[in-house]
């Protein structure tokens, strides 16, 4: 399996969602000149736990800019393969909770000023600009999933191929459950690095 890797800007700032419900206000940001709005989708907003996905595209995409292969926005994984890396279950829920949270990761609008290969998306962009489900008549003859073909942001591709801001992430990442526990891992992964300590004001 490839190394995880997250966007470095992604793990810094507010982008996501940290509850189970669903969220409907707008996420304001505005800080040292940098400036964020994120605004939820018919849906609401995309998660933190929606976020894992971007995390394991962004991991394939890395790990093809490595080994010097083709790389393009649009990536195809095999559905079973990212709910057993993100320890979701593989059962018929974990199937249709995939789909629930592509569709937040579609509608949600973000605009900000935070730059990716020193261009901003002032105009505002989705997380991803389209995906589709890939199925299969099973044996009895049911509809299974079995990949997916996301296409993401420009924002974000730029980031993780030119900018190269990608740090890895530790596996146990998915294991963490609870939304702010999440979300401080990703705020010391990016700040503390391989410093002994860290300070930060709350």
């Known amino acids: 399996s490839v190394p995880?890797?997250?966007?470095?800007?992604?793990?810094?700032?507010?982008?996501?969602?940290?509850s189970t419900t669903p969220r409907f206000e707008p996420i304001h940001y505005e800080k040292n000149g940098i400036s964020i709005k994120v605004e939820a989708g018919p849906a609401g907003m995309a998660t933190i736990w929606d976020k894992e996905i971007l995390v394991y595209i962004a991991s394939i995409i890395n790990e093809r800019v490595e080994r010097g292969e083709s790389i393009s926005r649009s990536v195809q994984f095999v559905a079973h393969d990212f709910l057993n890396r993100t320890g979701r279950g593989t059962g018929k829920r974990a199937y249709?909770?995939?789909?629930?949270?592509?569709?937040?990761?579609?509608?949600?609008?973000?605009?900000?000023?935070?730059?990716?290969?020193?261009?901003c998306e002032?105009?505002?962009?989705?997380?991803?600009?389209?995906?589709?489900?890939?199925?299969?008549?099973?044996?009895q003859g049911k509809s299974v999933m079995i990949g997916v073909e996301v296409t993401i942001s420009?924002?974000?591709?730029?980031?993780?191929?030119?900018?190269?801001?990608?740090?890895?992430?530790?596996?146990?990442?998915?294991k963490i459950r609870k939304g702010l526990t999440k979300r401080l891992y990703e705020i010391a992964r990016k700040h503390c690095g391989k410093q002994p300590e860290w300070t930060i004001g709350l």
């Open 154 to 174: 420009r924002w974000m591709y730029r980031a993780i191929t030119l900018d190269r801001r990608v740090l890895t992430v530790d596996e146990e990442y998915f």
């Open 4 to 18: 995880l890797k997250d966007d470095a800007a992604l793990m810094e700032h507010p982008w996501f969602s940290l």
């Open 122 to 139: 002032r105009a505002g962009f989705g997380w991803i600009d389209d995906f589709r489900i890939i199925n299969r008549k099973s044996k």
């Open 96 to 119: 249709d909770l995939l789909i629930s949270a592509l569709t937040r990761l579609r509608s949600t609008m973000i605009s900000t000023d935070v730059e990716s290969a020193q261009e």
